[in-house]
């Protein structure tokens, strides 16, 4: 089992920047794929960003060139710096980690972008 505990939401300035953390535990395996889901009001969840435990990213063209997700494998840690937030954004981040044979969601984070 893989438990996920995210971090760092909160409320935003429209333009501003929140960075948000996520650490696993429990029986992890080396190959494995962490990132990043929210889930506005009245819409579904959507895939923000993912990033593999070799480093291949992926990007929601929504959000290209203003996010940026990064990990530390020793940590069991994914990151999603988030740049230039626009209102539509808040919404509640998910973290999200998958192997083989599995795969986990934390609880949530809410962010709020508004002024």
């Known amino acids: 089992q893989v438990q996920l505990v995210e971090s760092g939401g909160g409320l935003v300035q429209p333009g501003g920047s929140l960075k948000l953390s996520c650490a696993a535990s429990?029986?992890?395996?080396?190959?494995?794929?962490m990132g990043w889901y929210r889930q506005a009001p009245g819409k579904e969840r959507e895939l923000v960003a993912t990033?593999?435990?070799?480093?291949?990213?992926y990007y929601a063209d929504s959000v290209k060139g203003r996010f940026t997700i990064s990990r530390e494998n020793a940590k069991n840690t994914v990151y999603l710096q988030m740049n230039s937030l626009k209102p539509e954004e808040t919404a509640v981040y998910y973290c999200?980690?998958?192997?083989?044979?599995?795969?986990?969601w934390g609880k949530g984070t809410l962010v709020t972008v508004s002024s």
């Open positions: 990033i593999t435990s070799g480093y291949a990213s």
């Open positions: 429990g029986s992890i395996f080396s190959i494995n794929t």
């Open positions: 999200y980690f998958s192997d083989a044979g599995n795969a986990y």
